[in-house]
């Protein structure tokens, strides 16, 4: 499940990454709608998000491109981004534009499983799907309750911490989806600080999916070609998790 | 989340031990030299003629402000919850001068995050809280200011949550913060109630202090909240003006938001993205604001009011002159909005005078002689 910044580098250069990733093989697309004040995002994520801020990127324009690239894409979209975005276009309102795009659900990060029944209800009303976080300091009680609470999977956070490109993944990871299957039969997956190959294989091992999203708006940022390295990037990410 | 209910729960465990305030309360007295004055300003009281003005003197509080209040409690917590590690953000630098010393004072290792701008500006605070031991890590991201510097706070809590306390500096953040934050801050208004009846014989008409994120504003009202007969009046910093749009006046000017882990008033464009603020003074540099006081605001259990940049440096100077007393630029934006509103605060007028201006004497003087 790889991770793009929306309308970055560009608001066309996004749409045909969004395609570059499905035809390399991947079966789900995240999309970020960047926010001022991201407290979850590392500093490769930022870079991309204040650069799209800097430019401009009202919600109607950002939600117009999560379609668009759900369109090109032809896989699910899942959206992630942070409540006060949400909460100012409106609960109903934001799950329902996210619907009518033919998205498949909505990360919030920074909005915890004890404050989300009024988004819970808003999303299953919508027929989309509410993604909770988990984390390995979460205990047993709040993991329960956030399986309970998330639909389509749980995103478990490979480490604690902001995203982030790292040489070694945690071995927090395993513990924790071992932990999360105790109490849920719903699909696991990982992200943050999944940056490599290496990584993903040994992710997929263990969970349900792998979510990449630093490594690749690094790769994003580091060419002057950006499709056809996103393509190679996650061509190379979905061979390593077929090789489990 | 883990680490928040951590927190609430060795905070209302602190709450209810008397070793616990027993050892805040001789910190408070033998090392923090509280109780602060309640200094009847008499001279300020004459130039206007009308009122009789009193000063809570919480800049002779040790380090020059009543931020050591907060950073004293909760070091002490973080001591007894057995983390060894503080860190904290600063946008002048007092908080993190306060949690740098009591860090010191109790042996914690101590990180502060200060925007790279703000590092910048406020250059002698970097080199102060270095001496007392602290690591200052500048924070490029966002607009490089106070907010950027509470998220890279809050990044590095999450990463380090096991081993590491969060000291936040105002009644900002998600719950327990702003709870705690009040819990050690009230001292300045129940010193202050108890002082003025002595004084006085009776309650203020008018209890005035700065706000930013609001903390030394809570502190003062909590003593007074409900209390028929007294006025509670926040000062927001309205820098160039309500109506530029450059300011920080989140009351004045805000709408419903959730920053920091709290829903409250936020400073935001129609779409939800942060928007940046301006003062002359960086500790109201904040586009947010404590949700208790959206609540006292919304309730009517206190207005909010606001004083310019210009007004600000006004009252500062006036102070100087009459009462031998230089205020910082925070609580001087209190004394400004008293002095334009003189004829309807009453005849017996508190005022915060949460800081001292040591800090801000370069600010003031680059202002006075360039212009705003």
Same mark, same amino acid.
């Given at each position: 499940?790889?991770?793009?910044?929306?309308?970055?580098?560009?608001?066309?250069?996004?749409?045909?990454?969004?395609?570059?990733?499905?035809?390399?093989?991947?079966?789900?697309?995240?999309?970020?709608i960047p926010f001022s004040d991201p407290v979850m995002d590392g500093p490769v994520i930022q870079r991309a998000t204040t650069a799209v801020l800097d430019r401009g990127l009202p919600t109607a324009e950002a939600l117009e491109l999560v379609g668009a690239a759900a369109a090109s894409a032809g896989i699910p979209v899942v959206v992630m981004?942070?409540?006060?975005?949400?909460?100012?276009?409106?609960?109903?309102?934001?799950?329902?534009?996210?619907?009518?795009?033919?998205?498949?659900?909505?990360?919030?990060?920074?909005?915890?499983?004890?404050?989300?029944?009024?988004?819970?209800?808003?999303?299953?009303?919508?027929?989309?799907?509410?993604?909770?976080?988990?984390?390995?300091?979460?205990?047993?009680?709040?993991?329960?309750?956030?399986?309970?609470?998330?639909?389509?999977?749980?995103?478990?956070?490979?480490?604690?911490?902001?995203?982030?490109?790292?040489?070694?993944?945690?071995?927090?990871?395993?513990?924790?989806?071992?932990?999360?299957?105790?109490?849920?039969?719903?699909?696991?997956?990982?992200?943050?600080?999944?940056?490599?190959?290496?990584?993903?294989?040994?992710?997929?091992?263990?969970?349900?999916?792998?979510?990449?999203?630093?490594?690749?708006?690094?790769?994003?940022?580091?060419?002057?070609?950006?499709?056809?390295?996103?393509?190679?990037?996650?061509?190379?990410?979905?061979?390593?998790?077929?090789?489990? | 989340?883990?680490?928040?209910?951590?927190?609430?729960?060795?905070?209302?465990?602190?709450?209810?031990?008397?070793?616990?305030?027993?050892?805040?309360?001789?910190?408070?007295?033998?090392?923090?030299?509280?109780?602060?004055?309640?200094?009847?300003?008499? *001279?300020?009281?004459?130039?206007?003629?009308?009122?009789?003005?009193?000063?809570?003197?919480?800049?002779?509080?040790?380090?020059?402000?009543?931020?050591?209040?907060?950073?004293?409690?909760?070091?002490?917590?973080?001591?007894?919850?057995?983390?060894? *590690?503080?860190?904290?953000?600063?946008?002048?630098?007092?908080?993190?001068?306060? /949690?740098?010393?009591?860090?010191?004072?109790?042996?914690?290792?101590?990180?502060?995050?200060?925007?790279?701008?703000?590092?910048?500006?406020?250059?002698?605070?970097?080199?102060?809280?270095? *001496?007392?031991?602290?690591?200052?890590?500048?924070?490029?991201?966002?607009?490089? /200011?106070?907010?950027?510097?509470?998220?890279?706070?809050?990044?590095?809590?999450?990463?380090?949550?096991?081993? /590491?306390?969060?000291?936040?500096?105002?009644?900002?953040?998600?719950?327990?913060?702003?709870?705690?934050? *009040?819990?050690?801050?009230?001292?300045?208004?129940?010193?202050?109630?108890?002082?003025?009846?002595?004084?006085?014989?009776?309650?203020?008409?008018?209890?005035?202090?700065?706000?930013?994120?609001?903390?030394?504003?809570?502190?003062?009202?909590?003593?007074?909240?409900?209390?028929?007969?007294?006025?509670?009046?926040?000062?927001?910093?309205?820098?160039?003006?309500?109506?530029?749009?450059?300011?920080?006046?989140?009351?004045?000017?805000?709408?419903?938001?959730?920053?920091?882990?709290?829903?409250?008033?936020?400073?935001?464009?129609?779409?939800?993205?942060?928007?940046?603020?301006?003062?002359?003074?960086?500790?109201?540099?904040?586009?947010?604001?404590?949700?208790?006081?959206?609540?006292?605001?919304?309730?009517?259990?206190?207005?909010?009011?606001?004083?310019?940049?210009?007004?600000?440096?006004?009252?500062?100077?006036?102070?100087?002159?009459?009462?031998?007393?230089?205020?910082?630029?925070?609580?001087?934006?209190?004394?400004?909005?008293?002095?334009?509103?003189?004829?309807?605060?009453?005849?017996?007028?508190?005022?915060?005078?949460?800081?001292?201006?040591?800090?801000?004497?370069?600010?003031?003087?680059?202002?006075?002689?360039?212009?705003?």
């Open positions: 499940m790889p991770y793009l910044v929306c309308g970055y580098p560009t608001p066309e250069a996004f749409v045909s990454l969004a395609a570059a990733c499905a035809s390399a093989g991947a079966d789900v697309l995240e999309i970020g981004t942070y409540y006060n975005i949400v909460y100012r276009w409106g609960l109903e309102k934001f799950s329902l534009a996210i619907a009518s795009l033919r998205g498949s659900g909505v990360i919030v990060p920074d909005l915890v499983v004890e404050e989300a029944g009024s988004w819970r209800d808003a999303c299953l009303a919508a027929g989309i799907a509410p993604v909770m976080l988990a984390a390995s300091t979460s205990g047993p009680a709040r993991l329960r309750a956030i399986a309970d609470c998330t639909e389509g999977f749980v995103y478990a956070t490979s480490t604690l911490g902001v995203t982030g490109v790292r040489t070694i993944l945690s071995e927090k990871a395993r513990g924790l989806v071992a932990e999360l299957r105790a109490v849920t039969k719903k699909p696991i997956a990982v992200g943050i600080g999944v940056s490599s190959a290496a990584h993903a294989q040994e992710v997929a091992g263990y969970a349900d999916g792998v979510i990449v999203g630093s490594a690749i708006v690094k790769a994003i940022q580091e060419t002057k070609e950006p499709v056809p390295a996103v393509h190679a990037l996650v061509g190379e990410l979905r061979n390593a998790v077929a090789k489990r | 989340m883990a680490a928040l209910t951590e927190l609430e729960e060795a905070f209302t465990a602190s709450q209810r031990d008397q070793e616990f305030f027993g050892e805040l309360d001789d910190l408070r007295r033998t090392y923090a030299g509280r109780p602060t004055p309640l200094w009847h300003a008499r *001279r300020l009281s004459e130039h206007f003629g009308g009122p009789r003005i009193y000063l809570k003197r919480e800049d002779l509080a040790h380090t020059g402000a009543h931020k050591i209040n907060n950073t004293l409690g909760q070091c002490l917590l973080a001591q007894r919850m057995g983390k060894k *590690r503080i860190i904290a953000e600063t946008g002048a630098g007092q908080h993190g001068v306060a /949690t740098a010393t009591a860090a010191a004072l109790f042996g914690q290792e101590c990180v502060v995050y200060m925007g790279e701008e703000d590092t910048k500006r406020q250059a002698l605070n970097v080199f102060r809280m270095e *001496r007392l031991g602290a690591t200052v890590v500048p924070v490029t991201s966002g607009s490089q /200011t106070l907010k950027d510097a509470i998220n890279e706070a809050l990044r590095d809590w999450v990463a380090n949550v096991e081993t /590491t306390h969060y000291v936040i500096g105002s009644v900002v953040g998600p719950h327990p913060f702003p709870l705690l934050v *009040r819990e050690y801050q009230k001292v300045i208004g129940e010193e202050a109630r108890e002082q003025i009846l002595a004084a006085e014989g009776r309650l203020p008409d008018t209890v005035v202090a700065c706000v930013g994120g609001g903390s030394n504003a809570i502190g003062i009202f909590h003593a007074f909240v409900g209390e028929p007969g007294v006025r509670l009046v926040g000062v927001e910093a309205a820098g160039r003006g309500i109506d530029t749009g450059e300011h920080s006046a989140t009351i004045s000017g805000g709408e419903p938001g959730v920053l920091h882990g709290a829903l409250s008033l936020l400073l935001q464009d129609a779409d939800g993205q942060v928007r940046p603020t301006h003062s002359i003074s960086a500790g109201l540099d904040y586009p947010g604001v404590g949700p208790e006081h959206s609540f006292l605001h919304e309730s009517g259990l206190a207005t909010y009011e606001w004083a310019t940049d210009f007004e600000a440096l006004d009252a500062f100077g006036l102070l100087a002159r009459t009462e031998g007393i230089l205020p910082a630029l925070e609580p001087s934006h209190a004394l400004g909005w008293v002095a334009k509103n003189i004829g309807s605060v009453g005849d017996l007028v508190i005022v915060n005078l949460s800081g001292r201006g040591d800090k801000d004497v370069e600010s003031v003087k680059r202002a006075l002689e360039t212009g705003l």
